[in-house]
C-alpha cells in the first residue's frame, strides 16, 4: 500500500511517497480505507520535533531521540471499514467511521482496534468533515468540560479562535450559555456565524486591555501567558492553554 514516510524531523518535504506493507489484523481489529486525513498542528509538531522548552527531550524521548520512531505519521482519520477481525462485534464491512490514532493515517490503510477512538461517522457528514472532528473537537470538549468547567452565563476569551481547537471551543462554548469573546487576527465573519458574541482583531488591539473580566480565558495560540492575562481575570477565574511552556506561568 501506499503511505506518506518520514525518516527524519522537518519541514513538510521530509514527507515521501513509498509503498510500504498492508496491515495485518488482530482478532480485535478493523481494517480502514483511510479517505481522508488532515494535517493538524499536532502532526506538526510531530513531523518537525518542534516540541515546546521544557517538553523537548521528553517528547523526544518519546517520539524518537534522533529521528522518528515510526515512520508513517497521521493522528486523526475517516474512511471505511473494509475487513473486520474475528472477534469484532461493532463494526461491520462497508461501515464509514472516523476517529483519532497514535499514528499511522497518513497510509492507505489503517489497522486499529474496534475498542480504540473509533466511531461510525454520522448520516450525511463527509470525510473529510468527520476527519477534521476529532482534533479540535475533543480538545474543546476536555479543556471545557474537564478542565474549565465552563457554566452557562460565565464569560469566556478564546485566544486563537480561528484555529481548529479555537472553532470548535467557539462553538462549544456558545452551545453551553456562555458569552464568547473570540481573539483572533482571521476570519472575524466566521467567528460570528460560530456564535461569537464579541471578535477581537489580535493584530490591532490588545484584549486585555479592554474593561472586560473573563471567567475563562483559553489559549490556544501560545501567544498569550497567564501573567499577560491574569488582571483580566475575575476573582475565580481561569486560565487555560494548551502549551506546556514557560511562557503558561
Not at 16 to 37: C, K, W, Y
Not at 123 to 151: C, D
Request: proline share 4%; with cysteine.
Amino acid at each position: 500500500m501506499l503511505a506518506a514516510t518520514q525518516r527524519i524531523y522537518g519541514a513538510p518535504n521530509v514527507l515521501t511517497l513509498e509503498q510500504i506493507a498492508r496491515p495485518t489484523l488482530s482478532p480485535r481489529d478493523l481494517l480502514i480505507e483511510v479517505l481522508a486525513t488532515p494535517v493538524t498542528q499536532g502532526d506538526r509538531r510531530l513531523r518537525s520535533s518542534d516540541f515546546p522548552t521544557i517538553t523537548w527531550l521528553p517528547g523526544r524521548l518519546m517520539f524518537g531521540l534522533t529521528r522518528p520512531r515510526v515512520p508513517v505519521k497521521g493522528t486523526q482519520f475517516a474512511g471505511r471499514v473494509i475487513a473486520v477481525g474475528s472477534e469484532v462485534t461493532q463494526f461491520n464491512v462497508g461501515d464509514n467511521v472516523f476517529g483519532s490514532t497514535d499514528d499511522g493515517a497518513y497510509a492507505e490503510l489503517l489497522a486499529i482496534s474496534e475498542d480504540s477512538t473509533v466511531i461510525h461517522t454520522p448520516q450525511g457528514w463527509g470525510h473529510a468533515e468527520a476527519a477534521s472532528m476529532p482534533y479540535g473537537g475533543i480538545t474543546a470538549l476536555v479543556f471545557l468540560n474537564r478542565l474549565a468547567k465552563l457554566s452557562a452565563g460565565e464569560h469566556i476569551a478564546i485566544v486563537g479562535a480561528s484555529g481548529g481547537v479555537g472553532r470548535a471551543t467557539v462553538q462549544l462554548a456558545r452551545a453551553l450559555g456562555a458569552t464568547v469573546t473570540a481573539v483572533c487576527s482571521r476570519d472575524h465573519d466566521l467567528m460570528r456565524e460560530l456564535g461569537a458574541h464579541h471578535v477581537v482583531d489580535r493584530r490591532n488591539e490588545n484584549f486585555t486591555d479592554h474593561r472586560a473580566r473573563y471567567d475563562v480565558i483559553f489559549d490556544t495560540s501560545g501567544h498569550v501567558s497567564f501573567s499577560s492575562c491574569r488582571k483580566s481575570l475575575t476573582a475565580k477565574g481561569r486560565y487555560l492553554s494548551v502549551y506546556m511552556t514557560a511562557r503558561g506561568l
